[in-house]
């Protein structure tokens, strides 16, 4: 079953996060609330996925992405933004990131973007919920 | 037409106070003896203005309900009392009344009143949805700010790590002034981000040992720059009644600056301590740096307001802004003293209750 590991600092985001990816059947593995912390869990848990939000203090989105892909160049990784911002989506894809996720969060598009980087979660453990 | 809700307890004072207001064209929804029934009717009709008894007939008194009331509806709120005793008139003024008409009371007054406190509480409503706006506003600008500078920033850091060997040195320079100025911009739009918060985030009073809190910050000063050599003297015992987040953030800019105006000075000291001025304590941040133009004490405190330039001094005038809007929220003052190479003070107040 895909695993998920959520790097994102407010509180309202991670929790909107967790359960759009939750219900739809994915395992969310672990969240964390800033860019140290989500390195360190990255390396424990070896998640399949990994949203990262680009506006963290001390560490921004885009410098956890690059030291997580320069750890390993296999890491899947989504870059969540607010901005609609070219630059900022060429630079996370040439980082190595998979795709974006646009904030405020929409289930329909997120799960969309989700399941082509690491496939349709497990059927099974999914709320019958029509997003 | 203005409506009005009257809570008064005796029923022929209630009638007499709601045909005045008849007579002055307000229209009276109800007259209520107890503050309970006046919550609940506050809450189903949202009058524009409740004349408040403060003696009343239920378990609550008048202030008890106008607390709730305002509270929970933003109704304005004017007792009408015959107590006028420091005590009553002290835990009136905690429910934040719009209004207090001691009786008994001038037709006249209570129309002034009244219209004064309708005035006032629009005035309030519209301040209030521009605050609102103004933070969503203040969150979507600097999101949208940023994301634009961690690409320049990103894209300069890719160049100068993978194509550093095809440029000449002074176009490798280029490109770390353009990640220092992307830097330095981010830094802004974080202190701005700062000041808007400190200006409307709410405030929770608790005592405060500002001698303990002024000897972490000098200690982690000392940490993160240990070349420095800094001697520091802070008093014993030095108390404030302030909301801990906002009181730190003041006191790390304050001694921060005091840091890092002594950087070119031998000997440097710094001093937090306090003076009597009357029955007024004033506390004090005082360094031997490089101080400023005595003349110019009033403009530091204006945001982006520099003395210095950034090359001798870092910084983007934002600080001093910040600590002076914390003070003033706490209702204390915020003054500096200074003379060019003869260092800089910075006096401020704190009262002895709560601010606003």
Redesign the interface.
Known sequence: MPTVLIIEDEDLDRKVLHSILLSAGYEVVGTARNGEEGIELSRTLQPDLITIDLMMPKMNGMEVLSKLMKENSETKALICTSAHSDPVVDLAMRYGAKGYIIKPFQAKSLLATVKEVIGAPDPARANVWDF | MTQVLVVEDEAIVAESIASKLRRYGYEVIDTLPTGEEAIEMAGKTRPDVILMDIHLAGKIDGIQAADRISGQFHIPVIFLTAYADEQTIARAKEAGPFGYLVKPFRERDLYVTIEMARERSKLEAELEAANRELDSFSY?V???L???L??????SQ?LQETYAGYLPPDGVECLSRIRDAANQMDHLI?DFLRLSRVTRAPIIIEKLDISHIAREILGQLATSEPDRKVSWKVEDGLIINGDPGLCEIALKNLIGNAWKYTNKTDGALIQVGSIMQGQTKIFFVKDNGAGFPSDKANLIFIPLQRLHSHNEFPGNGIGLATVQRIVNRHGGRIWAEGEVGEGATFYFTFPEGSGQ
């Open positions: 979507s600097s999101h949208d940023r994301a634009p961690i690409a320049i920033d990103g894209f890719i974080e």
